[in-house]
């Protein structure tokens, strides 16, 4: 079921085997699935149904380095969104943000979960295979496409092997034709369900432990109404995005100072995003005239591609992992210039590609969320985000425009025109918050284990890529899924299914 946290009336006290905090991606997959199969769930949403500018003002963050986008009706992201949605990177409704994210899914290869030794902080301790399950039985239920299907395609295979003879590689993704919204998907099976109850409008504000501290007891939520409740559960889960996950873990620090997991201070470490360069051109080229059925973007749903530069160049020079996305520009939107080539696909004559760039950057202590002094609306400390870089992230943004520039020409895709030189100065992030409470083997290494469990404690986990070391791949939506799907069943061997009466 689900109701208002103002609807509980004079009740303070929920109960569930399981609690999960947050409804988007993470949240609601592993909410339902521990419902679907017998356990008791309560699962806390701050936002309600509907947009709420007020709700949405608890996001807001105290930039102490590089700034995020932000909320603006005029902004070009986004243009699909009503326009109180364009631009943010995070949501408070719902649904989480999977209520603004475009539906790209795109997993992780085997290579970027080992550790690269020319990026400092960068080994998963789990592989691709401790994923690769869960990635298929998603692709599955959610239905979208299979990505190793479509990597061994006749016509992908034809056109990776042209690249790779100039050090490129070419990776897919699937877009499914409407993205995925968990508060659709999944709004019904939520109402009916008796397993799960979902409160909204209540924001988690602190984790009580017991008397030992290794055991969380409780979530208290309260809402802007000045509604509060008490939130018990044998095992909890954060599923409220880096940021958020990592403010309520610094925050609950009345029995533990500096907070929970924080024992060696790397609670909110490690931050990291995608950094885009939007602004660039691709004229084609022979080899894009031959595969530009492959590089359109619609009809919706459909697998895409991308490019980058391949291990071997990136390990040579240096370099940060990166993708090239290519957009097509029909006649009716640019002149054809005289003289330059020009390709036909499905939707008419391309004139040109607009040149998306994504960028990881290293992950390191010192990119990192605090608590400030400043509060919010409901009395708490709000975050200040010093989002900062290292001297091999500016280093390595222009070396990769360099080597990449000639060898995609020289491939046959074409030539491109970045415009302005990329740099971090003039990049936006990519609304992918990542690393606040990275996965390690050993606590002296990160916040939570490989089953995602925070360390230090025996029942709080953490969903969502705040888990990851780091974020290669520009897409992390798949990977933000698998891990949930994967924590799911961990959990399910560990909470035995039993009957117990939600309060209501």
């Not at 400390?381 to 425009?401: A, G, H, M, Y």
Request: net charge negative; charged share 25%.
């Amino acid at each position: 079921m689900i109701t208002d946290i103002l609807d509980m009336g004079e009740q303070i006290n929920l109960l569930g085997q399981v609690v999960v905090v947050g409804s988007g991606i993470a949240g609601a997959e592993v909410a339902t699935h521990l419902a679907h199969n017998g356990r008791e769930v309560v699962l806390l949403e701050s936002g309600r149904g509907q947009f709420d500018p007020s709700i949405q003002a608890l996001n807001n963050v105290t930039f102490l380095g590089k700034h995020h986008r932000k909320l603006d009706p005029d902004a070009n992201y986004h243009r699909f969104l009503p326009p109180e949605l364009r631009g943010t990177s995070r949501m408070r409704q719902f649904g989480g943000t999977s209520n603004i994210w475009t539906g790209k899914w795109k997993y992780f290869e085997p290579s970027q979960f080992s550790g690269r030794d020319w990026i400092p902080n960068s080994d998963w301790p789990i592989g691709f295979d401790d994923l690769l399950p869960y990635y298929n039985s998603a692709a599955k239920d959610y239905g979208f496409g299979d990505l190793q299907a479509e990597a061994m395609r006749t016509e992908i295979r034809e056109f990776r092997s042209k690249l790779a003879a100039h050090s490129l590689r070419l990776s897919s993704f699937y877009w499914e034709e409407k993205p995925t919204r968990t508060a659709i998907r999944f709004g019904d099976e939520m109402r009916r369900s008796q397993n799960l109850h979902v409160v909204l409008g209540a924001t988690a504000n602190e984790l009580r432990l017991d008397d030992s501290c290794q055991r969380v007891t409780a979530v208290v939520c309260r809402s802007l109404e000045g509604k509060e409740i008490i939130v018990e559960g044998d095992e909890i889960i954060l599923a409220m995005g880096a940021l958020e996950t990592a403010r309520l873990l610094l925050a609950s620090d009345r029995q533990l100072p500096g907070g929970i997991g924080n024992a060696h201070d790397l609670v909110g470490r490690f931050y990291t995003d995608h950094l885009k360069h939007h602004t660039g051109t691709l004229w084609p080229g022979q080899l894009t005239q031959k595969y530009a059925h492959e590089m359109q973007f619609k009809q919706k749903p459909r697998f895409c591609v991308c490019f980058s530069l391949d291990e071997t160049i990136q390990k040579e020079h240096k370099l940060l992992e990166h993708a090239l996305y290519l957009k097509p520009i029909y006649e009716k939107s640019m002149d054809i210039v005289p003289g330059r080539p020009t390709c036909q696909d499905n939707y008419g004559l391309v004139v040109a590609y607009r040149v998306n760039l994504a960028f990881e950057h290293v992950p390191h202590k010192d990119s990192r969320l605090t608590l400030g002094t400043k509060l919010d609306a409901l009395g708490q400390r709000k975050l200040e985000v010093n989002w900062c870089f290292t001297e091999q992230d500016r280093e390595s943004l222009p070396k990769i425009v360099e080597i990449l520039t000639p060898r995609v020409e020289e491939a046959g895709l074409g030539t491109i025109d970045f415009g302005e030189l990329p740099s971090i100065e003039n990049m936006t992030d990519a609304a992918h918050q990542m690393g606040t409470t990275r996965m390690a083997s050993r606590p002296e290494e990160g916040v939570i284990d490989t089953n995602c469990r925070v360390f230090g404690t025996e029942n709080l986990y953490v969903a969502g890529s705040a888990v990851f070391p780091t974020g290669p791949s520009y897409s992390p939506t798949f990977t933000i899924l698998a891990l949930a799907r994967r924590l799911g069943e961990h959990l399910l061997q560990k909470t035995p299914a039993k009957l117990v009466q939600l309060s209501s």
